[in-house]
């Protein structure tokens, strides 16, 4: 990508949840002719020269050209996932995305990966006075140590990588001007989200710039 070495940062695509509040595996569910991770991943790929799928079922994702590699560590939530991911793509850095984020915004990542150096661990948006999206953030290969200690002491909850990392936050403000209605960070989890988000997008999800 432009100004960052091809080693500097990967976008790591998350697809380790159990989808229990959609039903089914939302990373298949159909939008127009193509699965939303799919979706997903073609933002992305305009974006990272290098793509990275951590996944429970990796077999799932096979018509995906990219490496596609199965979670470290199941059942543990976002937390396993970007330990993976961070082990497998060290020494470089990870951007890392759910794979039910339908919204992004090409600006908006490429104005974090131009505020990310590597005097940080983790690079994330902060939305509000005590709320963040951990999974549009940036992490350092710095982290994994961090995430040992937390697995030794049974602590799963991406929380606490914060309070024991040194931490950028980017505020609200600054991503309101790429994006004003923050609509990068819409979500997917239940199936009254997606035919909101169907609704609300008139079908055209993928078929314009983000």
Same mark, same amino acid.
């Given at each position: 990508?432009? *100004?960052l070495g091809r080693n500097h940062l990967v976008g790591v695509i998350l697809a380790g949840g159990k989808s229990r509040r959609f039903g089914s595996n939302k990373a298949l569910?159909?939008?127009d002719t193509k699965p939303l991770i799919e979706k997903v991943y073609e933002r992305l790929k305009g974006i990272f020269e290098e793509i990275l799928v951590v996944t429970n079922r990796p077999e799932s994702y096979s018509f995906l050209d990219c490496e596609i590699i199965k979670d470290r560590i199941e059942g543990i939530g976002p937390l396993g996932g970007i330990y993976t991911g961070l082990k497998h793509i060290s020494p470089s850095s990870g951007f890392f995305l759910p794979c039910d984020m339908p919204m992004l915004k090409k600006e908006v990542i490429l104005y974090m990966c131009g505020m990310y150096?590597? *005097?940080?661990?983790?690079?994330?948006?902060?939305? *509000?006075?005590?709320?963040?999206e951990p999974l549009h953030?940036?992490?350092?290969?710095k982290c994994v140590t961090?995430?040992?200690?937390?697995?030794?002491q049974k602590i799963f909850k991406i929380y606490y990588l914060f309070q024991k990392t040194k931490v950028k936050y980017i505020d609200a403000s600054e991503i309101r001007r790429l994006d004003p209605k923050l609509s990068c960070f819409t979500n997917i989890n239940t199936k009254e989200d997606f035919e909101k988000f169907?609704?609300?997008s008139n079908g055209n999800f993928g078929k314009s710039e983000p």
């Open positions: 990508m432009e *100004g569910q159909m939008v150096n590597n *005097g940080v661990d983790i690079l994330v948006p902060k939305v *509000g006075p005590t709320y963040f953030a940036i992490y350092s290969p961090k995430i040992d200690d937390l697995l030794e169907m609704c609300e």
